[in-house]
């Protein structure tokens, strides 16, 4: 029916615009109000049009409603604060009357400013996720807790502690001013980060929710960068990575949810205006000096947008990893690193070099073990194979490993 | 866990060795020092180029150099991570300088000043 299909797609779109301009409106202690009225008024929508039919302009209608509900709001606690206290501050905003302002550029000036308020290190990373989500991309709490595999309760609790902690701290819904807008945007990024990897390696079964993580992380990076202010080099980086990523969405998974390695994929299933997209945006971030690790992961990226194995292609990948390991390591990285060892000069070099990984815990590790032992000795690599089987913990993991072991025996 | 300075003893590169050559140096170096990075023990580390060097001794006398003529010269180093200096001196055996009949890898524990070491 029409009616039930307009009104989610405009609930997410819209619901997180007006919780932004009322969030800065309200400030940052009114956060919950602010998501309480955008609901509010998404309710009311759903039982009106229910019976008088969708309005000629359904955002206007939103956006009146939602402004005549917080004048009511803004009103009301003036109205108890005269009664039992002197709160000069919320009597100065009632006598002003100040219009909610829900034009286009307020919606995007107030979207930024709370990018940066809700990305504060104030708060955890994953409750900055979780508030993102929310407030920036407007999913709803069920949908959160498919994302990170964990239950609404456990949710609810991080977002309440994550909007009481911001409360506490004063932080304020503005831009950083000019010294501190590198340091913030650092933790920005993280966070953007962080959401596009929850939607690009999620176990969720939703993919239609995965994918929308990663466009809503791609929408807010872009947002930084249509600001001038924030239109920076690792932002632009961070950009391109995703691009390269998300070009891959169709390839990567089966209809039945199985992942598709690299080298088995599909080529012709990659998305190649995405993947021009990402290059124009890495030519754009190497604008300005230093290469921070969006910079070398972008790049790491643009290469795997090449399939074939031309001879520059590993060598390349392999001193990006060399350079990354040295700014930041992590065990992905180094495995990654010492799989295209593998390929820029040979199994042999790279045993040797991934022996000496400690990296006992991690399936992946004995997953690339087994791979590097294959072609040498098929029984050392079937033990590795079967010890990583073990280690693994989801169902897709323990497939793609086992799969592997059948093509031994 | 101790870090260590690994000190590389070696004449100039490019008084003896073509381009190609130094190119290929390069790429060792670089996968040495990633392997070293993928076992999460890099702390850092730096060329010291040959010129402008110079050498400041007793009574503020001043002299350009060294000049990398001979293999003693200090080239660079790198700081690791390693529990003993037997690990270190592992991480130093694969230095790319060694191939050289002559250079040499010095390995020196770097104190943490805490008042022990």
């Known amino acids: 029916m029409e009616q039930q299909e307009l009104i989610p797609h405009l609930f997410r779109a819209e619901f997180r615009k007006i919780v932004a301009v009322l969030c800065k409106h309200l400030g940052i202690a009114h956060i919950q109000t602010a998501e309480d009225i955008a609901s509010d008024t998404f309710m009311l929508a759903f039982e009106t049009w229910s019976y008088r039919g969708i309005p000629e302009n359904p955002v206007a209608w939103l956006y009146t409603v939602a402004k005549n509900k917080a004048k009511n709001y803004i009103a009301r606690n003036a109205l108890f604060a005269q009664k039992i206290s002197m709160q000069i501050k919320l009597e100065a905003l009632v006598a002003d009357e100040p219009e909610i302002d829900l034009s286009d550029k307020n919606i995007t000036d107030s979207q930024l400013q709370m990018l940066f308020a809700v990305c504060h290190p104030a708060i955890s990373n994953e409750a900055q996720v979780g508030l993102a989500l929310r407030i920036l991309c407007g999913f709803g709490i069920d949908e959160i807790a498919d994302a990170f595999l964990t239950n609404k309760e456990t949710i609810n609790k991080r977002l309440f502690r994550a909007k009481e902690k911001l409360r506490t701290e004063q932080v304020q819904v503005a831009f950083p001013s000019g010294q501190e807008i590198t340091q913030r945007l650092e933790s920005v990024l993280t966070t953007l980060y962080l959401l596009f990897s929850e939607g690009y390696y999620s176990e969720s079964r939703d993919t239609l929710l995965r994918n929308d993580c990663c466009l809503e992380a791609m929408r807010l990076t872009y947002l930084l960068i249509e600001n001038e202010t924030t239109n920076l080099p690792a932002v632009n980086a961070l950009f391109a990575l995703m691009c390269f990523h998300a070009s891959r969405f169709e390839a990567r998974k089966k209809d039945n949810g199985e992942i598709v390695l690299y080298h088995d994929q599909d080529e012709t299933l990659w998305n190649r205006e995405l993947i021009n997209k990402g290059i124009y945006f890495l030519h754009q971030s190497s604008r300005g000096a230093g290469a921070s690790k969006y910079h070398i992961e972008a790049n790491i990226a643009y290469w795997h947008t090449i399939k074939e194995d031309i001879p520059e292609k590993w060598e390349n990948i392999l001193q990006l990893y060399n350079h990354l390991l040295q700014i930041e390591y992590s065990p992905i990285a180094a495995l990654n690193r010492t799989y295209a060892l593998a390929k820029a000069n040979g199994n042999a070099q790279a045993i040797i070099e991934a022996e000496k990984l400690d990296l006992k815990n991690n399936h992946f590790y004995f997953t690339l073990l087994g791979e590097l032992y294959r072609d040498i000795d098929q029984n050392k690599a079937l033990l590795h194979f079967e010890h990583a089987y073990q280690l693994a913990k989801t169902s897709t993991d323990k497939q793609t490993i086992h799969k592997k072991i059948l093509l031994l025996k | ?117």
């Open chain 2, 1 to 117: 866990m101790n870090e260590f300075i690994l000190i590389f003893r070696h004449e100039d590169g490019m008084k003896v060795a073509s381009p190609e050559q130094i190119q290929h140096w390069m790429k060792q170096t670089r996968d040495w020092i990633g392997g070293i990075a993928a076992q999460n023990k890099f702390v850092g580390g730096n060329g010291l180029p040959f010129d402008e060097a110079r050498v400041v001794k007793h009574n503020n006398v001043v002299t350009n150099g060294p000049f990398g003529e001979i293999k003693e010269t200090i080239g660079g180093y790198i700081i690791v991570k390693a529990g003993s200096v037997d690990e270190a001196v592992e991480f130093a055996k694969g230095c790319p300088v060694l191939q050289g009949d002559g250079n040499s890898v010095e390995v020196r524990k770097i104190a943490k000043g805490d008042g022990v070491h």
